[in-house]
């Protein structure tokens, strides 16, 4: 089962988009990759729920990201810590 979610435009504003060369598909997928990227940046959706939202295969959602400056990881102060003690550590016992 899918749910369909209808984004309203105006009439002006479609065909703005449409002398552009953007259909309802192309206005449809551009929108859904967006979102997917702002649940993505918001950690609203993981990275690979984010891919398949977007139509997107993993890796081509990866380079979308990295086009949209969005860091496929983003750690804050005490995860990257957290990471940088764990390797530190892992080198102590080579």
């Known amino acids: 089962m899918s749910v369909q979610a209808i984004i309203d435009l105006?009439?002006?504003l479609y065909r703005t988009l449409s002398s552009h060369g953007l259909s309802k598909e192309a206005i449809s997928r551009e929108a859904k990759k967006l979102l997917a990227l702002k649940c993505y940046k918001d950690r609203v959706l993981s990275l690979g729920k984010s891919a398949e939202f977007s139509g997107l295969s993993l890796w081509e959602f990866i380079e979308f990201?990295?086009?949209?400056?969005?860091?496929?990881?983003?750690?804050?102060?005490?995860?990257?810590k957290y990471e940088?003690?764990?390797?530190?550590?892992?080198?102590?016992?080579?």
């Open 10 to 12: 105006s009439d002006q």
């Open 65 to 80: 990201l990295g086009e949209n400056d969005v860091p496929v990881v983003d750690y804050d102060d005490e995860q990257l």
């Open 84 to 94: 940088l003690d764990s390797v530190e550590e892992m080198g102590k016992a080579l």
